[in-house]
T-cell receptor, first 115, second 117 residues
Framework: AQSVAQPEDQVNVAEGNPLTVKCTYS??????LFWYVQYPNRGLQFLLK??????LVKGSYGFEAEFNKSQTSFHLKKPSALVSDSALYFC?????????????FGIGTKLQVIP | GAGVSQSPSNKVTEKGKDVELRCDPI?????LYWYRQSLGQGLEFLIY????????KSGLPSDRFSAERTGGSVSTLTIQRTQQEDSAVYLC???????????????FGPGTRLTVL
């Protein structure tokens, strides 16, 4: 069975500082990996995804994530946090197997950027 | 273009009543997902439809939950004999069929907030 772990319920960071939101996964074979963001009172939005290729994936709003196969991790990063980045972030995984598209989400990490 | 829409946006019901939640996916999206979001529980997968294939119902928590997708488009999630623990936000998402047969980016609706009294 596939699973996602987001070990931190909440991450606090000062505005302008770099931020990291952690994610580890478990899946049979190679993974598809995603990050989604949920702003207050708004729906979930896609941030970025990893399928194959370069381990460093760049996404929306200046976010990036690094795929590390040996550590089965896909941490979300941003060099300089903005107050507007405060939101709930979800990591998700799906197996890279033909035709199967069930996506498993983590529990979410609340990011609080402090002015 | 139009995104994923869900109705109603809010539903308050009494314990024991049946409810139907509707999802209109983005036109042309072959995959449709239902999730449940409860406080502190993240996104819980419920069911997944892909084209004409049999749906993956492995996430439905009990036989009180069912879903159908008519004509490969609109989907309805039905909860029978609702219980207080069914209170949550129910999210629908749709996507294109991804490359290499895997998942593509999901586009989420605004959700239906269900409250069971």
């Amino acid at each position: 069975a596939q699973s996602v772990a987001q070990p931190e319920d909440q991450v606090n960071v000062a505005e302008g500082n770099p931020l990291t939101v952690k994610c580890t996964y478990s899946v049979s074979g190679n993974p598809y990996l995603f990050w989604y963001v949920q702003y207050p009172n708004r729906g979930l939005q896609f941030l970025l995804k990893y399928i194959t290729g370069d381990n460093l994936v760049k996404g929306s709003y200046g976010f990036e994530a690094e795929f590390n196969k040996s550590q089965t991790s896909f941490h979300l990063k941003k060099p300089s946090a903005l107050v507007s980045d405060s939101a709930l972030y979800f990591c998700a995984v799906s197996p890279l197997s033909g035709g199967y598209q069930k996506v498993t989400f983590g529990i979410g990490t609340k990011l609080q950027v402090i002015p | 273009g139009a995104g994923v829409s869900q109705s109603p946006s809010n539903k308050v019901t009494e314990k024991g009543k049946d409810v139907e939640l509707r999802c209109d996916p983005i036109s042309g999206h072959t995959a449709l997902y239902w999730y449940r979001q409860s406080l502190g529980q993240g996104l819980e997968f419920l069911i997944y439809f892909q084209g004409n294939s049999a749906p993956d119902k492995s996430g439905l928590p009990s036989d009180r939950f069912s879903a159908e997708r008519t004509g490969g488009s609109v989907s309805t999630l039905t909860i029978q004999r609702t219980q207080q623990e069914d209170s949550a936000v129910y999210l629908c998402a749709s996507s294109l069929a991804g490359t290499s047969g895997g998942p593509d980016t999901q586009y989420f609706g605004p959700g239906t907030r269900l409250t069971v009294l």
